[in-house]
């Protein structure tokens, strides 16, 4: 921040210079009035270190200047026709009636795709029950597999115990026949 500072009053002593030489090489006093156009004059009102003031000056238009183009005075309208203001009407009438087409297409194509994606998510949920249930019939089917499976196996076993009972039966009264 200090070297800008540092180097801002460096340029404004140079400045300050250049104007001294310049004021010397040209001693004539020149008017006050910094640049004039047309319709304004710009002078300079005092310098600063900050900055400079201008005073702008506008003229009173003269006889001369186009008189067509005022800036106070609104554009002339025209008289309108029945027939004029008839057709405006209706140009008016056909853009609300367009515009209530379009608004009504787009609700039109709003609802549908809601019925859309309401069909959709009624199919999946209908796909979805029907392949739990049938999900759910294999697994019941299954355990009733192996749950005959199971008392299929049980009763095996039970008549190869009856069967092993008997025979142990069996050979005891034989034993017993045999030492009676």
Known sequence: MAKTAIAYKEKMK???LVSLICSCLYPEARKNIMSEFEDM?????????????????LKPPSPMADSSYSITTPPKKRDMSLEDIQKKLEAAEDRRRSQEAQVL??????????RDVLLKAMEE?????????EKLIMKMEQIK??????????????HEKEK?????RRNKELREELTA
Do not use: T, Y
């Open 125 to 133: 949920n209908s796909n979805f029950s029907r392949m739990a249930e």
């Open 105 to 114: 297409k787009a609700l039109a194509e709003k609802r549908e795709h809601e």
């Open 164 to 168: 092993h009972a008997q025979e142990v």
């Open 145 to 158: 597999e192996n749950r005959d499976a199971l008392i299929a196996a049980m009763l095996e076993r039970l």
């Open 41 to 57: 004059e710009v002078k300079p009102i005092n310098k600063r270190a900050s900055g400079q003031a201008f005073e702008v000056i």
């Open 14 to 16: 140079e400045l300050s």
